[in-house]
């Protein structure tokens, strides 16, 4: 489904607060958002999207460990057949404060369609996304 | 074994450890009677439970920053950088999260990633990686108490190295380290590993080694009403003082509305003073703590130390023991060590300004005390009732039924129905009760609060107060007004 | 002119005002009619008297900056960084410290050595000097409305110029800029030549333009008794109020401690609106502004950002109509741009926070404010007595007598005679009276709480406690307690 | 007389605590102290010292244009015959925050014999002054 996305934070991030809110601003702004919550694994990610067919992953991360858990997810999204899927990154991807444009960077490097510094309101977020999948 | 409020055995603490100690090579440095000799030659202003005695005993209150990297020399001069620059009073080990979620394996690549990368891959120090002799290393490079500070559900294997390594004090609680900290960890098993903690804490102190304890009482920090966080921090803390710890610092997170916020922690003392005494617990050392905002920071550094500097004044106006720190980075993620000890350096201005003053008795306060210690009552006599008298076995039934709810926490084993908001002074009050047990004058009253808000606001009492609640100390106010 | 607290009749005020405009050059500048027309156009967002009555029916609290350099661009370029990254509710304008001794030519060599350097080598914006239409270009860049803010005792060219130049407020009086700024000017005259600054904006009122005036509420702004310059404050302005100004702003500089400040604001406004009624003065626009402490300042910039918030926080829990805001450099002197605006960031961050709040009422509070009420008291009713009934008579015999007497003035007109300290709680107490006409009752008070810090240190009530004190919050604590 | 001091604060500045602190302590050391007070002028600091016959003269200046105010006091004082007076400075000597070394240069190159940054405590500069005066 053209609107289903899945959402999650990855690795072993518990911050909930901000995955709950993500959750009713999508849903709020018509998609059909399938939560994993936190705690989830890249293999968490690739299985709910290819059992809803969804058109884009949302992978959080809050804790600094984002780096190395998001290492590989675009190679593991290809090999599992999830060729077209969008990868949208956001919240508080490296340990410490950096600057934005290399880590950003990085974040593409790996695959990754979009990346959001911390602090970004959900409704860029659906914006881009709406203007991704060619919605409204 | 079954889960039941009641001090292990000798044999039952013996039988579980074989097994906790096994469970990563670095276990096999820990032997209770070595570490029993070493923790006795650490000095005075080395031990936690001693020096936040002597706050108590002096009215101070003390600053403690959170801190951690991967690798042992870089976090030696991290925490040597916040006592010497920034003049900490007390010092953390904030744990990474691998660890946390014991996936020591996944430390072992962090810590290698690390030494690559020449900066820390992880969010905090990985001791049970480290191991005792390196936990040692640490406090003998330092001259004030270290704290471990992390979010485990299991932290057996990390208490039994901390307190082996001389750190003399443990945050967390079979609660507030699982429900906000996992996602599919059952609360039957995270407080029994904590009785264990609790109970490894009760054995030095028999021992005659002192050493403290800390339920975490921010909880999500997120909106969480005060007497839900009073409700579980009393509820660790008798689970806690029953396997005999003895140094016990019970916590509370800033909610942002001076009136609400000491209100709070006076209750939490008077309370808990009145539990223990109840069932019968004598000799323990209670003392606070409160965490100034956990909540979402304003980017701007400057405005970041508008509200580090507000919470340390709440700390000092409501008189805790001590206040966990924030820094000018909060927004950003992970501080630097300047950063960090600049959140302290602020904390310790406002709370030396403000040492000689507490907030004063007011009808207003006196209010809120009464109305705090009603709804922490309500909760907690519930969690009895369902236990059948134990509080154990009350907590598990608790959380099953939504007796205890914990707002935005992660956990499955959280029923997830209840709803803060803020009222129009910014006090933090219940919008949706789910399932908690409160009597019909309280639920009134906290449901009136919030029409006055939403007839202000001229919008309706909903999940969208709540969401704007979230995101308004980051842009500047408490109150989530909607925008004109 | 013989001083009397009366209103200036048409013939004196334009007799004194060819002399006043023929003092400098840009003086010809400034034409009444011209200017009036110029100030009726001033939109209501850039009108002083207009924002602040705004911020007092919305009980919220301003923030405003000190600022001011040499240049005019580069006074521009100020300007709008504290308006637009600073986010300041109010600007100023800080007048140099030659213009503040109408020292004009030497105003002259500082522009030009500022031009020549290539950096502001006055520490403020000489208006005199630059004249109408450069104080016009500024308020022409802004948004917000623009006051001067110096210590100028003789200050009726200036405050023609900035009038006339759309500037819509004027601080100081003929006390508050005399006696901490001067060495030997007599009240007689600064006292005169304020009621001309007056006077000038009693006229703009008359001509239906809101002019807002403020007297210098901190006065030496070191340990100022708060009876003391309440006592002040009330006496500017009722002598503002004669001469026809009608949004006035009384001042209070903070001491630190929150009961005494939070007593002394509420004090100042109940107290003045008393003897405005008892004296007949309607439709006066009472407003407050709150000083962040004034006293010195740590040097390290977090603890800094420390002792700004704190200010705000009591400014905000006050209900302070607005509060000037000191920056992180305030140690070091006068701050670039970067740092005033992060003070005023940090300033905005814990006003906004604590909007919604006020500081309760208790008994502490209430008996405060009485014994700041009564001290002020006993000092006004001794200035009326003086005076025969005529307070600006009253005001000159209270200082030639020592009834009226600020702490660490420069002024040889001061009778530098009292004595202040602080007692346990870190209010400002009377250490010596000198000749201040308090009761027995208030004497003994101020006494025994002192005496009852000196027994807690160990040491005997005396002048060392007031140097300890003055170091205190610039070294971390607001009491200077010995050193241990 | 060897123990003899002119203090006060040159030019346009009326910051008087420092001055009234500096006052008690210096005259708490033993030292005989000619207080000027604020707002005074070179030739003031000048006149007080011929007529007290000091050895020193302490500048203080808060307000930051002591750069401009201080400017050929050295010379003003040869010229009236004060020629081994000792001069001492200190206080917020420039506008704005400025690196200390580069200000202490210009004050020294000026003919100052010790010059101070802000915070200086009273007892560092009374023991210099005694070291200096060969007093104790």
Redesign the interface.
Known sequence: MKNTIVLG?I???????G???LD??FTEAGFHVVNI???SSQEDFINAAIETDASAILVSS????G??DCRGLREKCEEAGLKDILLYAGG?L????QEWEPVKKRFEAMGFDRVYP??TPPEQSIRDLKADLNLE | MELQNKKWTEEEFLKVREEVLNQWPTGKEVDLKEAAEYLKKIPDNKNFAKRLKKAKEEGVTLAQPRAGVALVDAHIELLQHLQNEGGADLLPSTID??T??N?YE?CE??IQ?SIKEK?????GFPAVNHGVKNCRRVVEAVNLPVQARH?TPDSRLLAEIIHAGGWTSNEGGGISYNI?????VTLEKSILDWQYCDRLVGIYEEMGIEINREPFGPL?G?LVPPSMSNAVAIIEGLLAVEQGVKSLTLGYGQCGNLIQDVAAMKALVAQAEEYFKVYGYKDIDLTTVFHQWM??FP?DESRAFGVISWGAATAALSGATKVIVKTP?E??????KE?NAAGIKATKQVLSLLKEQKLETSKALEEEIKLIKAETKCILDKVFELGKGDLAVGTVKAFETGVLDIP???SKYNAGKILPARDNNGAVRYLEFGNIPMSKEIKDFNRELLEQRAKLEGRNVG?QMT?DD?YAV?KGSLVGRPEK
Chains 1, 4 share one sequence.
């Open positions: 934070v690795g072993a991030d518990c911050h909930a607060v995955n709950k809110v009713y601003a919550g936190v705690l809050l804790y600094g460990h780096e190395m508080n490296v340990v410490g404060k911390p602090g | 999260s691998y946390r979620q996936r996944e690549v962090g990633e900066r820390s891959m992880l969010n979010g906000p900290y996992a996602k599919s999500t997120t909540g979402g980017t980075h927004a950003a993620g992970i501080p630097t950063a935005f926490a992660p999940f969401i979230i980051g």
